[in-house]
């Protein structure tokens, strides 16, 4: 069962991020643990959806799944500049991604992406305690501002939730900016 504040969130992000897609777009989302993003994007009209996580959904998530790190894109079959947009919620925390995403995205392709605020993830700890917050399932070992993201995004939109959680659209650029 889905926590209460991640049952909330989960309402507002599919309302707010789908809107900055095209429903003819080809969706990569990184993470995608139980499916609920894909099973979102297809009944609501997005067909060109894959997923792609290091462990496989519980129940099938009715779109294209890929098991493996999104890091190794090549040698699990994706091909460069073949997405319109990536979704990542809650996952650029959990390690470096960017290069991937960068080299998977056409040029003008969006990365949509939530992260916990670097400085309050004290406060999502003690919330995932509480039975408040989805428990993480890995170390928030890359916790990071979005003002700091690479220049091989460019911001399009970026806000502060709650004061714990950052909403993001970037656009990819045509030039990769490895180490930030």
Known sequence: MTAPLSQYARR???????SHIDRSARILEIGCADGWVGRYAIANGWTDFVGIDIVPPPTPPGHEFVLGDINQWK?????AESFDAVI????????DFFDAVHAL???GGKLLVTTPVPHM?????????AGLNQRRTSPHSHLTYLRDF??????VETSVKAGISQWGVFERTRVLVSGR
Do not use: I, N, T
């Open 105 to 107: 995205l056409r040029p």
């Open 121 to 129: 993830d004290w406060l999502c700890k003690l919330m995932e305690r």
């Open 75 to 79: 040698s699990l079959g994706l091909e």
């Open 12 to 18: 507002r992000k599919l309302q707010y991020f789908f």
């Open 150 to 155: 690479p220049k091989s995004f460019r911001p």
């Open 88 to 95: 990542a919620f809650e996952v650029v925390e959990h390690g």
